[in-house]
């Protein structure tokens, strides 16, 4: 199972993945049945989590609403540590993710957008680099594991900054290595040698540990927030989350 996840994640494109992958993972889930892990997402438990990823991981992801990792921690943040779930906000999703998109489209208490350039779940095509939305439009902006894929990143991050409102915030997450600085060359083309130095074909740079300064370059406020080091180990078995994921929480800068 690990090895034909590995396959499939690499060589299919992400876009019929995701148009498609969910009615595949529903027949899965029946042998899966369990109670050993809940997703916090969608409310199911399995005997355990599918296994997910280029390098798989175990334990990873929901076979009900797709939710991974870090999908089920950002659930919960939202829960936990935002008004997200009770205040009116008018929010942008960015590249949305399959698990989210029902969900919030149901909360009442939203006026949710989502967009993408490539993505068939998204509503509006949009280019990240000129965000087709007046300034100060949104109170919530969410765009996970993007920045990695974009030739301008500060650019997409100054967008960001300018759509959200005064008060704003929102949620920047990308894969983020124990290195120093960001590697990034833009010499580097090929499929091949972007895997090999980035870490995946479409990714154009390889994020370190100034991802949260980096990105504050843009206008951006951006911090660390180690949501997942304040729950208890027993949830976070319960929740199969990641223990290392930051939450990098973003506002609106320059007011």
């Known amino acids: 199972m690990k090895s034909l996840i ?32 809940t997703c916090p997402v969608c409310g199911h438990s399995f005997k355990k989590f599918l296994p997910y990823g280029r390098k798989a991981r175990e334990n990873a992801l929901c076979p009900h609403c797709l939710a991974l990792e870090r999908h089920r921690l950002m659930w919960l943040f939202l829960q936990k540590e935002t008004p997200f779930f009770k205040d009116e906000l008018k ?12 969900r919030f489209e149901r909360m009442k208490n939203l006026e949710y957008i989502t967009g993408d350039l490539e993505s068939p779940l998204a509503k509006v095509k949009m280019d990240i680099h000129e965000i087709p939305f007046e300034a100060n439009s949104f109170d919530v902006v969410f765009c996970n594991h993007v920045m990695e894929h974009v030739a301008d990143d500060l650019k997409a ?39 090999k130095h980035f870490g995946q074909r479409d990714h154009v740079r390889k994020y370190g540990r100034d991802y949260a300064e980096r990105l504050s370059r843009s206008g951006l406020t951006v911090k660390e927030n180690h949501f997942v ?10 929740h199969a989350l990641p223990e290392n994921e930051v939450i990098f929480f973003c506002e609106k800068g320059g007011h």
Not at 229 to 238: F, N, P, R
């Open 157 to 195: 991050c100054s967008e960001i900054n300018r759509v959200l409102k005064t008060d704003g915030w929102g949620i920047i997450q990308s894969p983020v290595y124990d290195l120093p600085q960001t590697l990034e060359d833009p010499n580097i083309t090929s499929p091949r040698e972007r895997e």
């Open 91 to 102: 929010v942008l999703h960015v590249a949305p993710e399959h698990c989210f998109i029902d």
């Open 229 to 238: 080091k304040s729950l208890s180990k027993d949830l976070i078995e319960k």
């Open 6 to 37: 590995s396959i499939i994640i690499r060589y299919i494109p992400r876009k019929f993945l995701q148009v498609f992958s969910h009615f595949f993972l529903r027949i899965l889930a029946f042998f899966y049945r369990g109670a050993n892990v």
